[in-house]
């Protein structure tokens, strides 16, 4: 099982007076209150607090859920609609996945790439193209939409729905309110959440270690950075291979790379497994 996190402050210069409290914010809000923070310096005495972005699980209303990253009001389909027509609004809102609306009904349906590319001839066909279009434009949406549909609600965590999605192999799920269309999350929407998580948005040195798994391993971890000027942006921790060791990686701002190598290999019990600058180059969003 895996954690992810946001980190938006910095820590006490006296680790023993330090303290963790968690809250929830998106990565973007998280991103700026972290640039107007002070950076940690070990002559101040002043208690600095680390407020570690984990989702905590005692309450759904502090977790990520589907309704902060889904798409709502999707493009719909009509059963009735010509393949042809869904291909056209599928090109033309570059999207993969088409819910089917019946009115009176509700979702009946879901059209994917998948399910309207099996509906294409094969390429071997002997068919004219103006063959194949008449022969398209025959097929009805409800002849190719996947059902039944497997949903979610607004209110799933994001976990859940990546689970659910894993397992059944699926690109996408509607979202529902009761009865009511009011979104989709798809893989993208996902990675994309995942990648707010590990602070994708901001240039910085992205670390993974390999800790003992005990109590306060990762509160040690942030306030030694946090000691040496770093802001932690985002990050994560994974079970790993080793008995009773734990992964985590993480982005840091405010340090060089070669401060931040030679301060980790110092601490007792701290494997790197892999430390590199991370950028943004090329990535829009």
């Known amino acids: 099982m895996s954690t992810c996190w946001n980190w938006v402050a910095t820590v006490s210069t006296d680790p023993s007076r330090s303290s963790l409290t968690s809250r929830r914010h998106s990565g973007s809000r998280a991103d700026r209150r972290a640039s107007d923070l002070p950076h940690a310096h070990p002559s101040r005495r002043n208690v600095w607090r680390l407020r570690r972005e984990i989702r905590p699980t005692s309450t759904r209303e502090e977790e990520m859920l589907i309704k902060e990253i889904m798409t709502p009001h999707p493009v719909v389909a009509d059963p009735d609609m010509s393949v042809t027509r869904a291909q ?8 993969r996945h088409l819910p089917v609306i019946r009115e009176g009904k509700g979702l009946v349906g879901l059209v994917t790439r998948d399910s309207l590319n ?8 002997s068919l004219s193209i103006w063959e194949i279009n008449f022969q398209l434009s025959r097929i009805q949406i409800r002849d190719v939409m996947v059902k039944p549909v497997i949903t979610v609600t607004e209110d799933v965590t994001v976990e859940e729905a990546a689970r659910i999605m894993i397992n059944r192999k699926i690109g996408g ?3 529902m309110r009761g009865r009511a269309l009011v979104g989709i999350v798809t893989d993208i ?28 391993q990762l509160a040690q971890v942030a306030t030694a950075i946090a000691q040496a000027g770093g802001l932690l942006v985002g990050g994560g921790a994974y079970a790993g291979e080793q008995p009773l060791r734990s992964n985590i990686v993480f982005k840091v ?3 060089e790379i070669e401060a931040l190598d030679s301060l980790l290999r110092h601490m007792k019990g701290v494997e790197i497994l892999d430390i590199r600058e991370s950028h943004r180059e090329g990535i829009e969003g």
């Not at 099996?118 to 066909?125: D, H, I």
């Not at 929407?189 to 003992?212: I, K």
């Open 88 to 95: 056209r609004l599928m090109k033309e809102g570059n999207i």
């Open 118 to 125: 099996r509906a294409l001839p094969s390429a071997l066909t």
């Open 173 to 175: 799920l509607p979202v």
């Open 189 to 216: 929407d996902l990675l994309g959440a995942l990648s707010s998580l590990m602070g994708w948005r901001q240039p910085g040195v992205r670390v993974t270690l390999q800790v003992p798994d005990e109590r306060g």
């Open 253 to 255: 701002r405010n340090i």
